[in-house]
């Protein structure tokens, strides 16, 4: 089992910059690949970024390369996402995600969810 918490979220004006953390708990860490979602209100969740189990590989949607920067820290058992350059339409909950653990890239499942911390980009 894995225990994801996200922090880090806020309020920012376009063009600024924040980092969320996602804090895991429980065995293994290192041998996760993880995700960040988010989901704006009245979408879908969606993939932001995703990062292999050894920090190696790293995957993002289109709509973020670029600006975001998905990272992470094993020895910490953190993930971060440094998202900058933000506009309003990043505005949504942002989520970590992580899967069942086995060191394995890509990712093809997501097994555990954090609860998810607000971003808000204002114009």
């Known amino acids: 089992q894995v225990q994801l918490v996200e922090s880090g979220g806020g309020s920012v004006q376009a063009g600024g910059s924040l980092r969320l953390s996602c804090a895991a708990s429980?065995?293994?860490?290192?041998?996760?690949?993880m995700g960040w979602f988010r989901q704006a209100p009245g979408k879908e969740r969606v993939i932001v970024a995703s990062?292999?189990?050894?920090?190696?590989?790293?995957y993002y949607a289109d709509s973020v390369k670029g600006r975001f920067t998905i990272s992470r820290d094993n020895a910490k058992n953190t993930l971060y996402l440094q998202m900058n350059s933000l506009k309003p339409d990043d505005t949504a909950v942002y989520y970590c995600?992580?899967?069942?653990?086995?060191?394995?890239?890509?990712?093809?499942?997501?097994?555990?969810w954090g609860q998810g911390t607000q971003v808000t980009v204002s114009s």
């Open positions: 429980g065995r293994g860490f290192s041998s996760h690949g």
């Open positions: 990062i292999s189990w050894s920090g190696a590989s790293a």
């Open positions: 995600a992580a899967d069942r653990g086995g060191a394995s890239w890509p990712i093809s499942e997501y097994n555990y």
